[in-house]
């Protein structure tokens, strides 16, 4: 079974530009979730979808951050525009069912902003 | 808010021998636990994950105890192999699916030849 896809691995941009991740969950999951792992901390969650509908931003910056799940399949997560204090890996989950348990993670955009 | 916290940033441990990652929980609503192993530069992985209605689980060469008395949590790992090396995040949450993941801070565990 194909894990959890992520790209690009990593990304360098200076602040003020803009930035987009892309995440593809395993085939069959219904729930996806983009976190923020700042170096040296747990991940954090930023936005969970469940099919193509939001479950929970409460802790999306939504002045710069945006993110979609049009299909109810793969996933982009946009920062426009960007700060220092974003610089972390990003990182995309996702589980079979809606309680939030036992998440699969793929390996991660490192963000670095300049 | 409530939080999840880890009681040791570093483990240094002996190949061979037996490594215990402990981890805090401040919650006592939570009824979900689950511990995941993370390696550099990848996301975090899957290793074992326990209901509040039990106390022990055991998996391949892992074991997670739960103490609900003292909010206690910890992660055994038998005979500590080189590729262990890693940082171990707990996390948790409660009950309901409105109710997301909180995830500590990790202990970095550090196997030794």
């Known amino acids: 079974e194909a894990g959890v896809a992520q790209s690009p691995r990593y990304k360098i941009i200076e602040k003020r530009q803009s930035v987009a991740f892309w995440c593809n969950p395993i085939s069959g999951h219904a729930t996806l979730y983009w976190y923020q792992q700042i170096l040296g901390q747990g991940p954090k969650l930023l936005i969970q979808?469940?099919?193509?509908?939001?479950?929970?931003d409460s802790q999306l910056p939504k002045d710069r951050f945006s993110a979609e799940r049009l299909k109810g399949v793969d996933s982009t997560l946009k920062i426009q525009p960007a700060k220092l204090e974003d610089s972390a890996v990003y990182l995309c989950?996702?589980?079979?069912?809606?309680?939030?348990?036992?998440?699969?993670f793929g390996s991660g955009t490192q963000l670095s902003v300049l | 808010g409530e939080s999840v916290g880890l009681h040791l940033p570093t483990l240094s441990v002996q190949e061979g021998d037996n490594s215990i990652i402990n981890c805090a929980y401040s919650?006592?609503?939570?009824?979900?636990f689950i511990w995941y192993k993370q390696e550099s530069g990848k996301g975090p992985q899957f290793i074992i994950d326990i209901r509040s209605n039990m106390d022990k689980r055991q998996g391949q060469r892992v074991t997670v105890l739960l103490n609900k008395t003292v909010k206690h949590l910890s992660l055994q790992i038998a005979a500590t192999q080189p590729g262990d090396s890693a940082v171990y995040f707990c996390a948790e949450k409660s009950a309901g699916t409105a109710s997301k993941l909180t995830f500590g801070t990790g202990t970095r565990l550090q196997v030794t030849l």
């Open positions: 919650n006592s609503a939570s009824d979900y």
């Open positions: 989950a996702s589980s079979f069912g809606t309680a939030n348990e036992k998440l699969f």
């Open positions: 979808f469940q099919n193509n509908g939001v479950v929970d």
